[in-house]
């Protein structure tokens, strides 16, 4: 199973980026996707999940209004658009996979990781 995150870059406060994460080896549509992010010398944290289907999402209060979680179970792809983004949203983001729409905000729960794709967002 590979989960592979892109899109991260440096970028100037108040600007819109969205990453992508493809899966390949895992029957996609059958997982709720979750994405992630760790700050420079904090832990990681939850940022928003999906359900297989699409229709049922979550999403941290950090998050909430500027950050939408969408995928494309036809292409094997989740997406996360930030928008309005701000310095405290420099991290590493990681996009996850897990089973079932339970305990999304809980790193444990997901069986599958991707690598990580760097935001860093100037002031």
């Known amino acids: 199973v590979q989960l592979q995150a892109s899109g991260g870059g440096l970028v100037q406060a108040g600007v819109s980026l969205r990453l992508s994460c493809t899966a390949s080896?895992?029957?996609?549509?059958?997982?709720?996707m979750g994405w992630f992010r760790q700050a420079p010398g904090k832990e990681r944290e939850f940022v928003a999940a999906?359900?297989?289907?699409?229709?049922?999402?979550s999403y941290a209060d950090s998050a909430k209004g500027r950050f939408t979680i969408s995928r494309d179970n036809a292409k094997n792809m989740v997406y996360l658009q930030m928008n309005s983004l701000n310095p405290e949203d420099t991290a590493v983001y990681y996009c996850?996979?897990?089973?079932?729409?339970?305990?999304?905000?809980?790193?444990?729960?997901?069986?599958?990781w991707g690598q990580g794709t760097l935001v860093t967002v100037s002031s």
């Open positions: 996850a996979a897990k089973r079932s729409f339970t305990r999304v905000v809980i790193q444990t729960e997901y069986a599958y």
């Open positions: 080896g895992v029957t996609f549509s059958n997982h709720v």
């Open positions: 999906i359900s297989t289907g699409g229709g049922v999402t």
